[in-house]
Nanobody, 122 residues
Framework: VQLQASGGGLVQAGGSLRLSCAAS????????MGWFRQTPGKEREFVAG????????YYANSMKGRFTISKDNAKNTVYLQMNSLKLEDTAVYYC????????????????WGQGTLVTVSS
């Protein structure tokens, strides 16, 4: 599975961005797609996840209500809509995939995209 993340950029606090993650290559219908983020010196942090077959979503508590994960089956793409962005949301955002089973643990994901930088300014 190859993952290509895009959509990062510079946005003012309170603004919105939508990240995309396009999957290609061999994919599995029961896969789980996740978004993580990382800042320098910190561990990779779970943001949101979605099951490909059922569309079940789950979020980190701090992102609930502000971030929305969704998918487009036809495009094999997962999105992360980020609203009401805060300075502390500044990070490199990564999309990831694992073959089955919900997980918030980055070590349980087998495939990773290259990361896209989100910078929130005041």
């Amino acid at each position: 599975v190859q993952l290509q993340a895009s959509g990062g950029g510079l946005v003012q606090a309170g603004g919105s961005l939508r990240l995309s993650c396009a999957a290609s290559g061999r994919t599995f219908s029961d896969r789980v797609m996740g978004w993580f983020r990382q800042t320098p010196g910190k561990e990779r942090e779970f943001v949101a996840g979605i099951t490909w077959s059922g569309g079940m979503t789950y979020y980190a508590n701090s992102m609930k209500g502000r971030f929305t994960i969704s998918k487009d089956n036809a495009k094999n793409t997962v999105y992360l809509q980020m609203n009401s962005l805060k300075l502390e949301d500044t990070a490199v955002y990564y999309c990831a995939a694992r073959m089955w089973g919900l997980s918030r643990d980055s070590t349980e994901y087998n495939y990773w995209g290259q990361g896209t930088l989100v910078t929130v300014s005041s």
